[in-house]
Each structure stands twice: as structure tokens, then as C-alpha cells.
């Protein structure tokens, strides 16, 4: 999930397109969060690891 927000937040930038960075920058988040969640041993969704 973050590397398809870093994807998408490159695209936006090269194609000067708000509606991909804005989205890449939501994906970033939202992978973060969920990674940090599943480092500190909580499970999300029935997982402990997203990959």
C-alpha cells in the first residue's frame, strides 16, 4: 500500500494531476498507520502483518 501511494504520488507530480497526489498521500498514511499497528503486535482486520 505505501509503495503504490509513492507510485501514485510520483505520477501526480509528473502529470500535474491533484486527484494522484492527493490519493498517494492517503495511501502513505493509511499504510503507515497500518504497518505501525502491526509492529507494535496489534492485530487489524484478523492480521498482525501487512505486507
Known amino acids: 500500500m ?3 501511494g509513492i507510485i501514485l504520488l ?3 507530480y509528473l502529470l500535474p494531476m491533484s486527484i494522484l497526489i492527493t490519493l498517494g498521500i492517503i495511501l502513505i498514511v493509511v499504510g503507515v498507520i497500518l504497518e505501525l499497528l502491526g509492529a507494535i503486535g496489534r492485530p487489524v482486520g484478523g492480521r498482525r502483518h501487512y505486507y
Open 2 to 4: 505505501i509503495v503504490l
Open 10 to 12: 510520483v505520477v501526480g
